[in-house]
């Protein structure tokens, strides 16, 4: 089903997650918590991408001599994941900003963001 | 009758929301009355789609030109139906409590007709990726809509919510990933097609990623670490909104992906196991709060595990009991949001809101004869029939430990000095009592769609 050659990719992929999902759970530190979900959404991404990958296939343009090509949809995914992922980062920032102001710190109360 | 799109649900609210900064610079108070009409057309379209699924079966519509499996399809079942009628109707009927408010926000507004158009959207479509966009411009908004008071407890909550819904989000990437490196595809009806090409692991892994990554809007643990803080930070109404929208869009979609999508065994004993851990924990923690909406949030996480559980239970009875349960919560939790104030003292003394608050929390306890206490009775008979006292055991034991926290909230609000809500805020709240009180005396109307809903979901259906 996926080829042998993929499997660094997927090791690269659960390492950026894996260390994104361990710096939001144990920092409290704001700018820290939305950096690890910048690795959360990188190693997902890199999942994506590599699920429509194909050895030795080109980019998906359609230029008339049909050739072996990686497939699109993923890469299309992708795109829409990373605009989203953009502006969920961008609004995360907007509230540590807001959170700053009102308190004078980034730090979050109490355990972090896991906490019940 | 002309059969309307039901894409004209997502795309006229989505069109309307962005030109309403337009309306602003015309005048703001205008702004809010724009927004209140906009909602009511929406629920008037959502109604006519209702009828529409209801007489003609479900509806579908591709988008964009592209025949389905490649192109995106909306496809309207019966609970899909019956849940684009509940946000959409809700949706105006409480931000009418925001005509009261001095401030006319602009943006509060478009975030508001934003995550109705995508609320909307995830119970109406039928292509995975789609639902997660749609996913995401619910969530997005909601972070906004919660951070839309500028407190700290507002920024601390929507930063909560940011997190765990970026994580929820990632969650459902993988599990979409996961079904489309095996299916190269992204349509439900391709997906329910080919499931059992995929093997058993492959599965059970993209379940578990999806029904985690859901689970953040669906307020099912284990990421609902926000659902307190988010709605303790939130306005009233904001809270209100995000227990009819959001919340009740994300019990579909997890509805779908327990019936339409991975409908394995060990897919429902998970989900079971998750409804029972989430009700438990979400009553008991409730019992313990001082604070109202922190009370009441935990008391929603509660109620949502509690429907988690009838979808579970993979029968007729027990999707029936799910959509009453369903209706109930989003009717009765509004109310209670919308009359909820830093402590509840003295509220219940104005009879004019006493009676839609002790409506709503006759209908969260389950007496008779609102939406409440159907769908528990469905549950019970269901759970009865197939002898699961343990589970039944436990579904009592919370009902108590509701029953008391419940009494408490009333006692409070029995004593102290007279207050009172706005004139906007009463009406707001008036309207879904007597909606409660509706559906308590004719339950038929919402028993027939939720029979064929439940039909339609055990068929594999929408």
């Given at each position: 089903?996926?080829?042998?050659?993929?499997?660094?990719?997927?090791?690269?992929?659960?390492?950026?997650?894996?260390?994104?999902?361990?710096?939001v759970m144990s920092k409290r530190n704001?700018?820290?918590i939305?950096?690890?979900?910048?690795?959360?959404?990188?190693?997902?991404?890199?999942?994506?991408?590599?699920?429509?990958?194909?050895?030795?296939?080109?980019?998906?343009?359609?230029?008339?001599?049909?050739?072996?090509?990686?497939?699109?949809?993923?890469?299309?995914?992708?795109?829409?994941?990373?605009?989203?992922?953009?502006?969920?980062?961008?609004?995360?920032?907007?509230?540590?900003?807001?959170?700053?102001?009102?308190?004078?710190?980034?730090e979050l109360d109490k355990e972090g963001v896991m906490k019940? | 009758?002309?059969?309307?799109?039901?894409?004209?649900?997502?795309?006229?609210?989505?069109?309307?929301?962005?030109?309403?900064?337009?309306?602003?610079?015309?005048?703001?108070?205008?702004?809010?009355?724009?927004?209140?009409?906009?909602?009511?057309?929406?629920?008037?379209?959502?109604?006519?789609?209702?009828?529409?699924?209801?007489?003609?079966?479900?509806?579908?519509?591709?988008?964009?030109?592209?025949?389905?499996?490649?192109?995106?399809?909306?496809?309207?079942?019966?609970?899909?139906?019956?849940?684009?009628?509940?946000?959409?109707?809700?949706?105006?009927?409480?931000?009418?409590?925001?005509?009261?408010?001095?401030?006319?926000?602009?943006?509060?507004?478009?975030?508001?007709?934003?995550?109705?158009?995508?609320?909307?959207?995830?119970?109406?479509?039928?292509?995975?990726?789609?639902?997660?966009?749609?996913?995401?411009?619910?969530?997005?908004?909601?972070?906004?809509?919660?951070?839309?008071?500028?407190?700290?407890?507002?920024?601390?909550?929507?930063?909560?919510?940011?997190?765990?819904?970026?994580?929820?989000?990632?969650?459902?990437?993988?599990?979409?990933?996961?079904?489309?490196?095996?299916?190269?595809?992204?349509?439900?009806?391709?997906?329910?097609?080919?499931?059992?090409?995929?093997?058993?692991?492959?599965?059970?892994?993209?379940?578990?990623?999806?029904?985690?990554?859901?689970?953040?809007?669906?307020?099912?643990?284990?990421?609902?670490?926000?659902?307190?803080?988010?709605?303790?930070?939130?306005?009233?109404?904001?809270?209100?909104?995000?227990?009819?929208?959001?919340?009740?869009?994300?019990?579909?979609?997890?509805?779908?992906?327990?019936?339409?999508?991975?409908?394995?065994?060990?897919?429902?004993?998970?989900?079971?196991?998750?409804?029972?851990?989430?009700?438990?924990?979400?009553?008991?923690?409730?019992?313990?709060?001082?604070?109202?909406?922190?009370?009441?949030?935990?008391?929603?996480?509660?109620?949502?595990?509690?429907?988690?559980?009838?979808?579970?239970?993979?029968?007729?009875?027990?999707?029936?009991?799910?959509?009453?349960?369903?209706?109930?919560?989003?009717?009765?939790?509004?109310?209670?949001?919308?009359?909820?104030?830093?402590?509840?003292?003295?509220?219940?003394?104005?009879?004019?809101?006493?009676?839609?608050?002790?409506?709503?929390?006759?209908?969260?306890?389950?007496?008779?004869?609102?939406?409440?206490?159907?769908?528990?009775?469905?549950?019970?008979?269901?759970?009865?029939?197939?002898?699961?006292?343990?589970?039944?055991?436990?579904?009592?034991?919370?009902?108590?430990?509701?029953?008391?926290?419940?009494?408490?909230?009333?006692?409070?609000?029995?004593?102290?000095?007279?207050?009172?809500?706005?004139?906007?805020?009463?009406?707001?709240?008036?309207?879904?009592?007597?909606?409660?009180?509706?559906?308590?005396?004719?339950?038929?109307?919402?028993?027939?769609?939720?029979?064929?809903?439940?039909?339609?979901?055990?068929?594999?259906?929408?």
């Open positions: 089903m996926i080829p042998e050659l993929l499997q660094p990719v997927f090791v690269i992929s659960a390492a950026l997650l894996s260390i994104g999902l361990y710096g704001m700018l820290k939305i950096i690890s979900l910048g690795l959360v959404d990188t190693g997902v991404n890199v999942l994506i991408v590599a699920m429509g990958y194909l050895p030795g296939g080109t980019a998906p343009i359609e230029n008339g001599n049909y050739a072996l090509y990686v497939d699109p949809v993923p890469q299309a995914l992708v795109l829409t994941a990373i605009v989203i992922g953009v502006s969920v980062m961008a609004l995360a920032l907007a509230v540590a900003m807001g959170y700053y102001r009102k308190t004078g710190t980034l019940w | 009758m002309v059969a309307l799109p039901p894409v004209l649900l997502i795309a006229l609210p989505l069109l309307f929301a962005f030109l309403a900064p337009l309306v602003g610079m015309v005048s703001r108070r205008m702004v809010k009355l724009y927004t209140l009409l906009v909602l009511i057309l929406n629920a008037l379209l959502s109604i006519l789609l209702f009828i529409n699924v209801m007489a003609n079966g479900v509806v579908y519509e591709q988008l964009s030109g592209f025949y389905p499996p490649v192109g995106i399809l909306l496809s309207v079942g019966y609970l899909g139906a019956i849940l684009a009628v509940l946000i959409n109707v809700l949706s105006p009927v409480v931000y009418l409590s925001y005509f009261g408010e001095a401030e006319n926000s602009v943006k509060f507004s478009m975030l508001y007709m934003l995550v109705t158009a995508s609320s909307t959207g995830i119970v109406i479509t039928g292509d995975l990726f789609n639902m997660f966009v749609f996913f995401e411009i619910t969530a997005v908004g909601s972070y906004g809509l919660v951070a839309s008071l500028r407190t700290k407890e507002a920024f601390e909550g929507s930063f909560k919510y940011i997190v765990l819904g970026s994580i929820g989000s990632a969650f459902i990437l993988m599990g979409i990933a996961t079904i489309y490196g095996y299916l190269k595809t992204l349509n439900f009806y391709d997906i329910a097609l080919r499931i059992d090409t995929m093997p058993e692991t492959a599965r059970l892994m993209s379940f578990i990623f999806l029904i985690v990554g859901i689970g953040v809007e669906a307020e099912i643990f284990p990421l609902n670490g926000w659902v307190p803080d988010a709605y303790q930070g939130a306005s009233n109404r904001v809270a209100s909104f995000l227990s009819v929208g959001p919340s009740k869009a994300g019990i579909y979609a997890i509805a779908r992906l327990i019936f339409t999508l991975i409908p394995i065994m060990s897919g429902f004993e998970l989900s079971l196991l998750l409804g029972i851990f989430t009700l438990v924990v979400g009553e008991l923690a409730a019992l313990r709060q001082r604070d109202v909406k922190r009370m009441l949030a935990y008391s929603s996480i509660g109620q949502m595990g509690l429907i988690l559980i009838a979808l579970s239970l993979h029968s007729e009875t027990a999707l029936v009991a799910a959509v009453f349960l369903m209706v109930g919560h989003a009717l009765a939790k509004s109310i209670l949001f919308i009359g909820s104030r830093d402590y509840s003292g003295g509220l219940l003394r104005n009879p004019l809101i006493a009676g839609p608050l002790f409506l709503g929390v006759l209908s969260i306890v389950g007496m008779p004869p609102f939406p409440g206490f159907w769908g528990k009775w469905y549950l019970m008979v269901d759970l009865a029939s197939r002898g699961a006292w343990t589970i039944i055991l436990l579904i009592v034991f919370t009902a108590i430990v509701e029953g008391v926290y419940y009494s408490r909230y009333l006692f409070r609000g029995l004593n102290g000095e007279i207050r009172t809500l706005t004139k906007s805020e009463i009406a707001s709240i008036i309207i879904l009592a007597s909606i409660l009180i509706l559906i308590g005396l004719f339950p038929q109307y919402l028993y027939d769609p939720a029979v064929m809903a439940a039909r339609s979901l055990l068929g594999g259906g929408p």
